[in-house]
């Protein structure tokens, strides 16, 4: 089985690194090009959007709270963005946090059944 490589180099960015090949509970391992986690990606320069997207990156989730999106507010990504403050949620943040995640989840098994008939799916977030 080859080996991957966990970080990637994508211009304007200072970390970003693919989540795949760490252990699991039940004795396997997380996947390689299914989580990719990074910095601001909204500091990527056109270079780094291309390896992005080369890397097959469709949608990002951003993990920052309200407090952060004033002082730094989303520009145009050319990705599909979700915001999920999990940080600063309360109760009823919580339940809508958690349907968005049972969401991706059905998604990401939706996915894993095309990628079966040869399509395949990556999110940075």
């Not at 252990?23 to 299914?34: K, P, V």
């Not at 709270?65 to 599909?80: F, I, Q, S």
């Not at 991706?104 to 395949?120: H, K, L, P, Q």
Request: proline share 3%; hydrophobic share 35%; aromatic share 4%.
């Amino acid at each position: 089985m080859p080996r991957h490589g966990r970080d990637l180099a994508w211009e304007g960015c200072l970390n970003v690194r693919d989540l795949g090949g760490h252990a699991t509970q039940d004795g396997g391992e997380t996947a390689y090009g299914r989580v990719v986690r990074a910095d601001s990606v909204r500091q990527l320069t056109d270079a780094g959007w291309r390896a992005a997207a080369e890397y097959g990156i469709r949608t990002v989730v951003d993990l920052r709270g309200d407090h952060e999106l004033r002082d730094d507010a989303p520009g145009e990504l050319p990705l599909d963005v979700v915001n999920v403050p999990f940080l600063e949620a309360d109760e009823d943040k919580w339940n809508a946090i958690e349907k968005e995640i049972e969401a991706a989840v059905a998604a990401a098994r939706d996915d894993a059944a095309e990628t079966r008939d040869g399509g395949d799916r990556r999110d940075c977030g």
